[in-house]
Each structure stands twice: as structure tokens, then as C-alpha cells.
Nanobody
């Protein structure tokens, strides 16, 4: 089991930037694919960005060109750089590890207009 803890959320104005971090508890982090999901009130949890254990990335259509996912296996950490934030990016952001099947508790991101 890999334990995950997100950080870096907060309140930001539209057009601003935030960087989220997700720290993993085990060195087996490097063999896991990692992803960021988000969930706004009343909505389903949607994929934001994905990075494989080998570093390949994919993004949700709504964040392409604005968000960047990266990982540092030496630090057991995955990042989500979020630029040009919009009010519709407001959600709780969750980190996910596969095949461990682990979720973090989430971090709130609020973008004001």
C-alpha cells in the first residue's frame, strides 16, 4: 500500500498559478503510474492529468496547455503545475497511484473571478 498526501492547494485569482504536490510514503512509488483527479461539488471525479512510471503524460481536454504533471522519483513526489487558472478549475484535487490503488485525502483549490 502506498500512502499519498497532497499539498499546495489554496485560494487564487483567475489567471493565477498554483503548484500541487503529492508525496508518497514508499519507494515503490517509482513503479506506479500516477494521476491527478478533481471533483467539484455535485460532480463526478474527473481525470486531470496522468503520468506513467516511464514518464509518459496525458491530460484532460479542459486543462491541456495550462497544466503540467511531473514526477521526481528520488523524492517520491508527483507535481501538478497549474497556470492560467479559471473559476471552473475550482475543486478538490486528488492524487492517485496505480497499481497500488491508493488515493490521497485531497487538497482544495479555489479560483476566484
Amino acid at each position: 500500500q502506498v500512502e499519498l498526501v497532497e499539498s499546495g492547494g489554496g485560494l487564487v485569482q483567475a489567471g493565477g498559478s498554483l503548484r500541487l504536490s503529492c508525496a508518497a510514503s514508499r519507494s515503490s512509488f517509482s513503479t506506479n503510474d500516477m494521476a491527478w483527479y478533481r471533483q467539484a461539488p455535485g460532480n463526478q471525479r474527473d481525470l486531470v492529468a496522468f503520468i506513467s512510471s516511464s514518464g509518459s503524460t496525458t491530460y484532460g481536454n479542459s486543462v491541456k496547455g495550462r497544466f503540467t504533471i511531473s514526477r521526481d522519483n528520488a523524492k517520491n513526489t508527483v507535481y501538478l503545475q497549474m497556470n492560467s487558472l479559471k473559476p471552473e478549475d475550482t475543486a478538490v484535487y486528488y492524487c492517485y497511484a496505480r497499481p497500488a490503488g491508493s488515493w490521497g485525502p485531497g487538497t482544495q483549490v479555489t479560483v476566484s473571478s
